[in-house]
């Protein structure tokens, strides 16, 4: 790593959990909610943690609080945030976040938080990736192999890491952009990972289902939380 390398983090968990018809941040798995299981990796990794909420704000606030994975050095290194204007969509609450960020940053991960199961060494490939490969500006952990998405044999998901020097660009964008397009006008780095969750998101009572299973076979994984 870089010397005296800066990292810090944000966490969307801003928006209505429609499609789960239950506040999703909240849903356990295994007795650990998703948005704490989601937060364990980044703060293991970086310097300071943004949690940025919206829908349900004063929950999420209680739920950080009563958190008693979470030890009180990382609660130490989590500010959360409220997005007034969630509603509309999740690049406002990308740009919430990124207004937080301390100016000593150098390196800002983006994700998501109902992906509970990214392992922290999926960020610390980031941070290689960052600290070897100057000439780019957005990082992304990729899954190499058979079948994956789009029969490419590759499978792009997050964390994300992006340079602090496109903050300003980001910023000047409109709300109700979309973060993957407005990335487009940088430079790109697919860093391969061998972490199958970093697409395993939990949008709906399916995908719940499949994750409370996956939980009971996680015994043989090194995972962060059993």
């Given at each position: 790593m870089i010397e005296n390398t800066k990292f810090e983090g944000i966490?969307?968990?801003?928006?209505?959990?429609?499609?789960?018809?239950?506040?999703?941040?909240?849903?356990?798995?295994?007795?650990?909610?998703?948005?704490?299981?989601?937060?364990?990796?980044?703060?293991?990794?970086?310097?300071?943690?943004?949690?940025?909420?919206?829908?349900?704000?004063?929950?999420?606030?209680?739920?950080?609080?009563?958190?008693?994975?979470?030890?009180?050095?990382?609660?130490?290194?989590?500010?959360?945030?409220?997005?007034?204007n969630y509603i509309k969509g999740m690049f406002s609450s990308v740009k919430c976040g990124i207004q937080n960020v301390s100016p000593e940053s150098n390196g800002i991960f983006i994700s998501l938080g109902d992906m509970p199961f990214v392992l922290s060494s999926t960020y610390q490939k980031l941070i290689e990736c960052f600290s070897e490969e100057n000439q780019f500006e957005v990082f992304k952990p990729a899954l190499f192999g058979k079948g994956n998405e789009n029969n490419s044999g590759i499978t792009v998901g997050h964390p994300i890491l992006i340079k602090s020097t496109i903050v300003s660009h980001i910023l000047q964008c409109k709300d109700d952009e979309?973060?993957?397009?407005?990335?487009?006008?940088?430079?790109?780095?697919?860093?391969?990972?061998?972490?199958?969750?970093?697409?395993?998101?939990?949008?709906?009572?399916?995908?719940?289902?499949?994750?409370?299973?996956?939980?009971?076979?996680?015994?043989?994984?090194?995972?962060?939380?059993?």
């Open positions: 966490i969307l968990a801003a928006g209505l959990s429609k499609r789960m018809n239950s506040w999703k941040p909240g849903i356990e798995i295994d007795d650990i909610p998703i948005l704490i299981r989601a937060i364990v990796p980044m703060v293991q990794i970086c310097d300071k943690v943004i949690v940025v909420g919206g829908y349900n704000y004063n929950s999420l606030v209680n739920l950080l609080d009563d958190s008693i994975v979470l030890s009180k050095k990382q609660k130490d290194k989590i500010r959360l945030i409220e997005n007034k979309i973060l993957k397009d407005v990335l487009q006008a940088f430079k790109h780095k697919i860093c391969p990972v061998k972490d199958r969750d970093i697409n395993t998101d939990i949008d709906n009572i399916s995908d719940l289902q499949t994750a409370k299973s996956y939980m009971k076979n996680l015994k043989t994984y090194n995972r962060e939380i059993k």
